[in-house]
C-alpha cells in the first residue's frame, strides 16, 4: 500500500515517519512525486490491513492510496457509492434495507407454507430455507435436498418472497439452479475457492458468509474470487465468530458491518440467529444490526422452535418475529416498503 503525504511534509517529518512505521514493523520507503512525498510499505495482505487500519491516524498522511489493496474488485474507492442489487425486484444495499426470514431446514411442505406465509405477512422480503444443511454431526438431520428446495421455491412464489439456500458442493449448483433466487455460501464453505470460482459464473447473486475464524480480508478476499469469474452479485454476511467467550454460539461482530461497508461497495447483512445462538439475544443483535448501517438482517423463523429439527435454541416462533419486525421499522423505517410493492 501507499501514503500520499501532506504537501507540507518536510524531510526530517519524513524520516521520522519511516521510523516510526519501522518501529510499528513495516518496512517502509520513500518517494517523491510531482512535490509530494509518498510512502509504499512492503509486506503480504496482512501488513497491508494492519497498516491501513492505523495510517490515517499518523502524521503528515493526507491519503491512503488504494490502488494497492489486495483486493481489487470488491473495493470501494474514495467518493464512490456502495452498490444497490436488483433481486427479482427487491432491492438491497446502496440505502434499501431488508429482512431475510425462514427456518434453519426446509423439514416439509406444510413447514415452508405456512412459515412463509407469515414472514411475508410480517414484512420480510426474502424466505430463507437451507435443504443441503452442513451439521457439525453426520447424525444430524442433514435437509431434504432437492424435494425441499421445490417447497422452498414453490412457497417463494405463492408469498412473493425471494429465495435463499445454502450451496455447499460445485455438484449441487445445477440442481439447485431452478429453485433458488440466491445462493447462500455457508460459514464452513467461504474458503471453498472451487466452489467460489464456480459461482462467479453463475448469473445469481450470492450471499457470502463470513468463516467463523475469518478476517475481514479473508471475506473480502473470497468475495473476490466470485467476481473475479465475473458474477459482481455478492452480498457479505456477518454471521458471528470464535472468540474466547463460549457463552453465546459465536460473537457477532457488529464492527464488520461498518468496516466492509467502508472497504467494499458490496451490501453487508448480518445473522444475528447463528452469530448469537439464542433466540432472546437475537432482538436485540438484530436491532443493533440496522443501527449500525446493516443492508438487512437473516432472522431464523419456525413455528414451534423447540421442535426445530436444526438449530431449535436459536429461532423466533412467529409472534417473537412479528414484534422484532415492528421494532426494527422503527430503527430501519425502510424494511417493509419493498413488500407493500411486490403484494
Ligand atoms: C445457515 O445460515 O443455515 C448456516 C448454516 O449458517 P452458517 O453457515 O453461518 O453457520
Ligand atoms: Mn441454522
Redesign the pocket.
Known amino acids: 500500500m501507499r501514503l500520499l503525504l501532506i504537501k507540507e511534509a518536510t524531510e526530517k517529518n519524513v524520516r521520522d515517519l519511516i521510523e516510526r512505521l519501522q518501529w510499528m514493523g513495516f518496512s517502509a520507503q520513500t518517494h517523491q512525486e510531482n512535490g509530494y512525498y509518498t510512502i509504499s510499505i512492503d509486506g503480504g495482505y496482512s501488513a497491508w490491513m494492519q497498516c491501513e487500519a492505523v495510517a490515517s491516524q499518523l502524521p503528515f498522511v493526507s491519503k491512503i492510496l488504494p490502488s494497492n489493496r489486495p483486493f481489487k474488485l470488491v473495493s470501494r474507492s474514495e467518493g464512490m457509492e456502495r452498490v444497490t442489487l436488483d433481486i427479482n425486484g427487491v432491492k438491497l444495499g446502496g440505502g434499501y434495507r431488508s429482512v431475510i426470514a425462514g427456518p434453519?431446514?426446509i423439514e416439509s411442505e406444510e413447514q415452508i407454507h405456512l412459515i412463509a406465509e407469515k414472514v411475508a405477512h410480517a414484512g420480510a422480503n426474502f424466505l430463507?430455507g437451507?435443504a443441503f444443511?452442513?451439521r457439525t454431526s453426520p447424525y444430524s438431520f442433514q435437509g431434504l435436498g432437492v424435494e425441499g428446495l421445490r417447497y422452498l421455491h414453490a412457497a417463494g412464489k405463492e408469498h412473493g418472497l425471494v429465495t435463499v439456500s445454502?450451496v455447499m458442493s460445485v455438484e449441487a449448483i445445477e440442481k439447485m439452479y431452478p429453485y433458488v433466487d440466491v445462493f447462500?455460501v455457508?460459514?464452513?464453505?467461504m474458503q471453498n475457492f472451487d466452489l467460489l470460482k464456480e459461482l462467479g459464473k453463475v448469473d445469481k447473486p450470492i450471499l457470502l458468509?463470513?468463516g467463523?475464524s475469518a478476517t475481514y480480508l479473508e471475506l473480502l478476499m473470497s468475495a473476490e474470487y466470485i467476481l473475479n469469474g465475473g458474477n459482481e452479485r455478492v452480498i457479505l454476511?456477518e454471521?458471528?465468530v470464535r472468540t474466547f467467550e463460549t457463552y453465546t454460539r459465536n460473537t457477532l461482530d457488529l464492527t464488520a458491518i461498518p468496516v466492509l461497508q467502508d472497504l467494499s461497495f458490496l451490501p453487508v447483512i448480518a445473522?444475528p440467529?447463528?452469530g448469537t445462538g439464542w433466540s432472546r439475544f437475537v432482538s436485540p443483535m438484530a436491532k443493533g444490526a440496522f443501527a449500525v448501517g446493516a443492508d438487512a438482517v437473516?432472522i431464523?423463523v419456525h413455528p414451534e422452535p423447540k421442535k426445530s429439527l436444526s438449530?431449535p435454541e436459536q429461532a423466533l416462533d412467529f409472534a417473537e418475529f412479528e414484534l422484532l419486525m415492528n421494532e426494527m421499522e422503527l430503527i430501519a423505517p425502510n424494511i417493509r416498503k419493498q413488500t407493500a410493492a411486490l403484494c
Open positions: 434453519c431446514a430463507r437451507g444443511k452442513p445454502e447462500q455457508g460459514s464452513r464453505s458468509k463470513r467463523f454476511c454471521r458471528g445473522d440467529s447463528h437473516m431464523e438449530d
